[in-house]
């Protein structure tokens, strides 16, 4: 069981922490991502890390502002977001798929199957 939290309204270059605090055994095994969705639009990928936690993959619109981190003793996976723009408006998700070392996450919202309740995160200009 994945809880997000951390989102809230802001203004336009503020900065946001969002968390994820996974529940149950096995975490180091699941790759973690996270996603967001805004209204009218679909689910899109945000950023994931490695089951190994070595390697972190981000999409481009979020590249240089967002960065992905991870607290394996407290299970809990964090984005720290900067520079934060009208567009980043959304609810964000955190994801988990329990995976092998050697395959890499997937920015298909449809590879992952564990996903958090969401935490809306509003940037105003």
Known sequence: Q???S???SVQVGDSLRLSCAASGPSFSRYAQGWFRQAPGKEREFVAAISRSGTTTYYDDSVKGRFTMSRETDAKTVYL???SL???DTAVYYCAA???ILTVEPNTEARWWDNWGQGTQVTVSS
């Open 2 to 4: 994945l809880q997000a």
């Open 80 to 82: 720290q977001m900067s």
């Open 6 to 8: 951390g989102g809230g």
């Open 85 to 87: 723009q009208p567009e």
């Open 97 to 99: 798929k329990q995976t």
